[in-house]
């Protein structure tokens, strides 16, 4: 049984500069691991049967295309610089045919985060599927992490109020339910180190190779 359902779809946060990690961080393997971050994400959603699509800079599209070429199962769109994360999504959701693709829910997973476990996508579909229209986030140890599902209706509002699209999520979701404009955030308890194990810098990759915590 796949963790998704009709009118599910991912979209891969990957449009930041990466100036820390020195180099796009979809690029950028695990130590002892060939797969990419961008890879190892796309083949966790295309094993639940949850089409993705990647947002990224327009100088890295034709790397990121490049990359997944063999594997395939995801389209990749450029953004123009600017704004933080809830732009991000907002450019993919936008990006979509709506005559051809009914979507409901988005799963945002911003790229440096390549250690979700397959395991968690149907704890947070199955909270999503028991909680329609609210947003779903998994939390680890007490620290809220992603993917994050969004329902289409706060992504409609996200697009009404332009200046949002400056925050990051974790802002804009903060914002959107002290206005009351959707209610507070389904959070989902989850035995999974990796939605919130980001790696930034080339110090993060040897943290992860010496095995402690990123």
């Not at 359902?5 to 691991?33: E, F, Q």
């Not at 971050?37 to 993705?52: C, E, M, N, W």
């Not at 149907?122 to 992603?146: D, F, K, S």
């Not at 993917?147 to 009404?160: F, N, Q, Y």
Request: with cysteine; net charge neutral; charged share 20%.
């Amino acid at each position: 049984m796949t963790a998704g359902a009709t009118g599910d779809h991912a979209v891969v946060l990957a449009r930041g500069t990466s100036s820390r990690m020195g180099r796009p961080k979809g690029l950028v393997t695990l130590p002892g691991d060939g797969s990419t971050f961008l890879q190892r994400i796309v083949a966790l959603y295309r094993r639940s049967g949850i089409p993705v699509t990647v947002v990224t800079l327009p100088a890295v599209v034709s790397s990121y295309r490049a990359v997944l070429a063999a594997t395939g199962g995801a389209g990749v769109v450029a953004a123009p610089a600017g704004g933080d994360t809830a732009r991000t999504l907002l450019a993919g959701w936008q990006s979509f045919d709506s005559a051809t693709e009914r979507i409901e829910r988005i799963w945002a997973h911003p790229v440096d985060l390549p250690l979700v476990k397959q395991a968690t996508l149907p704890l947070l579909a199955a909270a999503a599927r028991e909680h329609p229209g609210r947003i779903v986030r998994p939390v680890y140890a007490g620290t809220p992490g992603h993917p994050v599902l969004v329902p289409v209706g706060v992504l409609e509002i996200l697009a009404a109020h332009p200046e949002c699209a400056d925050d990051k999520l974790q802002s804009f979701f903060t914002r959107g339910t002290a206005a009351g404009w959707f209610p507070d955030v389904v959070a989902v308890a989850v035995a999974d180190a990796g939605v919130s194990s980001d790696f930034d810098t080339p110090a993060d990759l040897r943290r992860y190779e010496r095995r402690e915590d990123p």
